[in-house]
């Protein structure tokens, strides 16, 4: 079972999958130990956005953890997703519903535009809220909790709840870092198109066949194709919204995507991060 989700993706084996709970009752079963930061923060924080990496125990399948001692755990905030589990009566370990290294899915149709043909079906629960991956959080017995991946929940609401986190640097990290967390690969949520981003769009050459991620007001006439992932400047309308952008863009008769950083803050830094790694060549 598990190993066809590594099919359906081709997933690498080195990436771990997040194992899906749906709620906390049954935690003590899967991880040894839960220390109070995780405990404090899934008291606040969950159901949502936010993984869990605690030590696991024996039940859980090294296939779902690619070998380590450790298992990711969630519990989603989609009322449907955790009336399967329930339904399911074991944890459910799942990924995104894309092809490996692609843009991720944050609605049914993208789900199939990766994997038609190679998964049996589709539960249809409308589009992503929040629309970009967990945040992962490290929680070690002894040591200090460590943001493995920025996501959903801003990382400075986990500090307003426990205190500084350990943040890894994203600009120091690459492939052979001891210290990423496995599966976090430079180049990954990747459009088809080249994509480049910018300081400011008055760098481009010709514009004519870009199109543009843009956030904020931006002069729309310059471009091929405009997604504005919020008018507003919202990072919260931003990240429901990014993913779809990226797809509508890879879709569309351009020859490339250009965008500009986002604000390094709140949800920005999770969007920031999916930046970097779809540019990375
Ligand atoms: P996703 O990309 O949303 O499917 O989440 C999977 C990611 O969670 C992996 O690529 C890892 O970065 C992280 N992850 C899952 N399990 C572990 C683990 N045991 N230790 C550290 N990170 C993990
Ligand atoms: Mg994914």
């Known amino acids: 079972m598990i190993a066809k989700i590594f099919e359906a993706k081709e997933r690498p084996h080195f990436d771990p999958l997040i194992v ?18 995780a405990r404090t923060l899934m008291d606040r924080f969950c159901p949502g956005p936010v993984t869990f990496v605690l030590p696991k125990r024996d039940v859980i399948p090294d296939l779902v953890t ?20 329930q339904a399911a009566g074991v944890p459910i ?5 894309n092809r490996f290294g692609c843009v991720s899915p944050t609605t049914s149709q ?8 190679r998964i049996d079906a589709v539960l249809e629960g409308g589009s992503c809220e929040v629309g970009v991956e ?14 493995l991946r920025p996501g959903g929940l801003p990382v400075e609401d986990i500090e307003a709840v426990i205190g500084p986190v350990v943040r890894l640097n994203p600009e120091t990290q690459d492939d052979e870092s001891p210290q990423a967390g496995p ?27 870009a199109g543009v991620l843009a956030f904020g007001e ?26 779809a952008g990226l797809h509508r863009l890879e879709t569309s008769d351009i020859d490339m995507i250009v965008t500009k950083w986002f604000p390094d803050e709140g949800l920005g830094v999770a969007l920031n ?8 060549k």
């Open 218 to 243: 931006i002069d729309e006439s310059e471009f091929a194709v405009v997604e504005n992932l919020s008018p507003d400047s919202s990072l919260v309308e931003s990240a429901a919204n990014f993913f």
């Open 183 to 209: 599966g976090m690969l430079t180049r990954h949520y990747a459009p088809s198109k080249p994509i480049q981003i910018l300081d400011d769009f008055g760098e481009l050459v010709d514009s004519s066949r």
């Open 93 to 97: 370990a799942a990924p995104s519903a």
């Open 110 to 117: 993208h789900v199939l535009k990766g994997l038609n043909g």
């Open 66 to 85: 690619s070998g380590l001692s450790s298992v990711a755990i969630r519990i989603p905030a989609h009322e449907q997703a955790r009336e399967f589990i």
């Open 20 to 37: 899906h709970l749906a709620d906390q009752d049954q935690l003590e079963r899967f991880v040894t130990d839960v220390p109070n930061s």
């Open 273 to 280: 991060d999916r930046l970097r790694r779809a540019a990375a």
């Open 134 to 147: 967990s945040t992962v959080i490290a929680c070690p017995k002894n040591g200090q909790p460590t943001l």
